[in-house]
T-cell receptor, first 110, second 113 residues
């Protein structure tokens, strides 16, 4: 069965303290891996799509990377406004639906 | 502006009632989805539709029904058969072809009273 596991469940950082969030997956025929940001009470906001191992994407303080088994979301010198839940999702096989991990709740203290 | 609109933002249901959540998109997307989100859990797929007049069950379809009569609209009905309907419901849409990202609405929080 396809699985997506995110770790840690929660992460508390001081402003400026860089770290990484992990998304590991076991799927057959990965077609795409997606990262989203979700603020409390809001819908997820799309961040990145990664398609193949070795691919990297960057946006401001965020960089997403992909290997054959996992993806990392690196956050460099985070600010309090980066506090949110970060969701990882995969598309695999022939369907267009996505399978989501449970998310990592990031808190950045000033 | 293009986007996905969900309404209402908050919805209260009495036990035994059916309620319908609205989802409208003006992105000209072919595919639309409904997800349920519970605290501490990932999004779980309820139903999805790749094209008008066609839809498929997701992982947790029991107690829910949908229709796709127009490309822009994908309403979700939570029936009285859904035993634990209190949750945050999210609608999304995407283009049909390839591995593409989905864009989400702002959600409807349903509470059973």
């Amino acid at each position: 069965e396809d699985q997506v596991t995110q770790s840690p469940e929660a992460l508390r950082l001081q402003e400026g303290e860089s770290s990484s969030l992990n998304c590991s997956y076991t799927v057959s025929g990965l077609r795409g891996l997606f990262w989203y940001r979700q603020d409390p009470g809001k819908g997820p906001e799309f961040l990145f799509t990664l398609y193949s191992a070795g691919e990297e994407k960057e946006k401001e303080r965020l960089k997403a990377t992909l290997t054959k088994k996992e993806s990392f979301l690196h956050i460099t010198a985070p600010k309090p406004e980066d506090s949110a839940t970060y969701l990882c999702a995969v598309q695999a096989g022939r369907d267009n639906d996505m399978r989501f991990g449970a998310g990592t709740r990031l808190t950045v203290k000033p | 502006d293009g986007g996905i609109t969900q309404s209402p933002k908050y919805l209260f249901r009495k036990e035994g009632q059916n309620v319908t959540l609205s989802c409208e998109q003006n992105l000209n997307h072919d595919a639309m989805y409904w997800y349920r989100q519970d605290p501490g859990q990932g999004l779980r797929l309820i139903y999805y539709s790749q094209i008008v007049n066609d839809f498929q069950k997701g992982d947790i379809a029991e107690g829910y029904s949908v229709s796709r009569e127009k490309k822009e609209s994908f309403p979700l009905t939570v029936t009285s058969a859904q035993k634990n309907p209190t949750a945050f419901y999210l609608c999304a849409s995407s283009t049909k072809q390839g591995a593409v990202e989905a864009f989400f609405g702002q959600g409807t929080r349903l509470t059973v009273v």
